[in-house]
Structure formats: C-alpha cells, structure tokens
C-alpha cells in the first residue's frame, strides 16, 4: 500500500505563486491554471477588473482581503494582487464527457458541494480513483484548497484524475442532463437505499459538505435521492467513509453488468 504523510499547512512555496496585477493577468490571459486570486480588499481599476472578469471566465476563484493577508504570503511588489498557481490542471466538464463517451466507457461522475476539509478531499479523490470515477467536479466557491496539501492526502490521486472546476453545480447538472448522465445525491434522510440505485447506467453521484450536506436547491435538482443503511443505528458518517461504500457498490454494479 503506498505510503503518505499527514499535510503540513504552511505558505505557498514562492514559486507557486504569481505576484502584482500584470503578471496576474498575463497568467490569466496564457491560461495558466490558477488555484485562487488574492485581491487587496480596496484595490480598483481597469486592470481589476480584467483580472475579476477573465477569473470569471475561466472559473478561478477570487478572494477580496486585507492587505495584511497578503503580506504573509511573504511576497514584495504585490501591488495588491497574488495568484496562487495550480498544481492541480482542471478540465472541462464537457471535454471529459466526450472522451470518456469515445472511449466506450460509461461516465460516472463525483460532485463535491461543500466539502472543506482537505483529509476529506485527499480521500475521496483516492476512492474516486480506485473504483473508476472519470472526474471529480466542484466549485469555484465552498470548497476546500485543491492545493499540494490535498495532493498529498489524496497519495498523488488528485494528480491523476480529471477535475472539473465549475461556477455553477446547478449549471453543471444542466450539462450532465444533456449528456445523458442521472445526478444521484447522497441524503441520509433519502426513503430509497442505495442498493435500489442503478449506477451501471452514466451516472453523477453528490455528496455534500461535512456540516450541512447539499445544498437544498441542488439536491432537489438531483434525479434521485439515496442512502445508506446503517443497521447499528448511527446518524450518519464521514463524508469520505461514505463517498467510498458509494463508489465501490457503483462499481460492483458495472463490474457485473
């Protein structure tokens, strides 16, 4: 079994990191992969707003904070504006769904909504690789860091299998529907059971936030709602420990058709 050490949580190694406004938007414009942007919280100008409109555009998110924040990335000659390079390469929804679909195989998608802690990230990616999950899709916004630290959890998984970051989920189960892809969403108050779930079919499975689940406009968005039988009579589980038992009962219903 291949062996990882805890994450240790510290600065962005400076050459990860893109600094001052015109480099920013140069990396903007050459479509680097960005993990966030760093904005002085009263910055303004037309290079601004370059910079907020081609983040937009490429789904980067974007963090308006004091000064102060910036400055512990240990960084001169900011003038206000940080980005933080990608180590992870996202992809398009679209361009994954094609070339599974050419490939002959069947989607099975994993959607995070809310999922913050980077433990929990790190081991979802590594269940989403071992049972065959083609891509995992979030958001620019409520979820956690897909940074070195949830590479490291995740044993290099995340490194490997596509990500798709979105604007929107809702937009993104948009997309799914035109492909032909059923969103099942993982509800511990859901009356089916997974068992009564046909992921053998193209699939996109949701799992929420570790606190509040998914949100109530995207779950009622879903297709079909599911969960999972607990008989020793517990509320719930880790949302990782979860998204494993969900994977690997969607692959053994594909391994036997």
Do not use: W
């Not at 406004?21 to 290079?47: F, M």
């Not at 070339?99 to 809310?114: N, T």
């Not at 980077?118 to 940074?147: D, E, L, Y």
């Amino acid at each position: 079994m291949k062996q990882f050490r805890q994450p240790h949580h510290h600065r962005p190694r400076k050459n990860l990191l893109v600094i001052g406004t015109n480099a920013v938007l140069t990396a903007l414009r050459e479509g680097k992969a960005l993990e966030k942007i760093y904005l002085q919280s009263n910055i303004q100008g037309e290079e601004i707003e370059d910079i907020r409109k081609l983040a937009h555009e490429q789904n980067v998110p974007v963090s308006r904070v004091p000064v102060e924040k910036i400055n512990r990335l240990n960084v001169s000659n900011h003038n206000g504006c940080v980005a933080q390079i990608s180590k992870v390469q996202f992809q398009e929804l679209q361009d994954v769904i094609s070339f599974v679909v050419e490939k002959g195989e069947i989607p099975l998608i994993l959607m995070f909504d809310g999922i913050t802690d980077i433990r929990n990230i790190g081991a979802m990616a590594r269940s989403a690789k071992a049972f065959g999950v083609h891509a995992i899709v979030i958001p620019v916004k409520g979820v956690g860091a897909f940074n070195e630290d949830a590479i490291l959890t995740s044993a290099g998984a995340l490194e490997e299998i596509s990500v798709c970051r979105v604007n929107s989920l809702m937009k993104a189960v948009d997309e799914l529907h035109l492909n032909g892809i059923r969103v099942f969403a993982s509800e511990m108050k859901a009356e089916s059971s997974i068992s009564q779930c046909d992921f053998s079919i193209p699939s996109a499975i949701v799992m929420g936030g570790e606190e509040k689940g998914i949100y109530p406009a995207l779950l009622n968005y879903c297709d079909e709602q599911f969960r999972i039988p607990m008989p020793g009579g517990f509320e719930s589980l880790n949302v990782s420990v979860a998204t494993g038992i969900i994977l690997y009962e969607a692959a053994s219903q594909r391994l036997r058709g």
